[in-house]
């Protein structure tokens, strides 16, 4: 009998596992909110560069309005939503960064506001 104990058990746990009626619940997924910063005013540099990425991607050359050369960063080429930029074409725009509103994280995504100026270099 003490051997017959422990497959009994093991059968009736398994036909009590099989008797569940309602399906297990998925943790429910929580789509990131977006939302954007102040506006800002950047020039975009007429060149585009190589981005440092993990992918091979051109990059925009942009800077606050107004500042130092030294303040220039890049940013992709597709980022900015709404803008299609020409090469060889300086422009001054007027746009909101994207962020993780729970992490408050930058998405990468700007949004064009306004073209303020373009000049063909």
């Not at 003490?2 to 059968?11: E, V």
């Not at 060889?88 to 993780?100: L, M, N, T």
Request: hydrophobic share 35%.
């Amino acid at each position: 009998m003490s051997k017959k104990l422990p497959i009994m058990l093991l059968i009736i746990s398994a036909g009590l596992a099989a008797c569940q009626t309602m399906p297990p619940k998925p943790a429910p997924y929580q789509a990131p909110q977006i939302v954007t910063a102040n506006s800002q005013i950047l020039e975009v540099l007429p060149l585009r560069t190589s981005c440092d990425s993990s992918s091979p991607m051109q990059c925009l050359m942009v800077k606050p309005a107004g500042s130092a050369d030294s303040d220039t960063f890049g940013i992709g080429f597709n980022a900015i939503k709404g803008f299609e930029p020409k090469l060889g074409v300086r422009y001054k725009i007027r746009v909101s960064q994207e962020f993780e509103k729970s992490t408050n994280s930058p998405t990468g995504t700007w949004q064009l506001e306004e073209i303020l100026s373009q000049t063909i270099n």
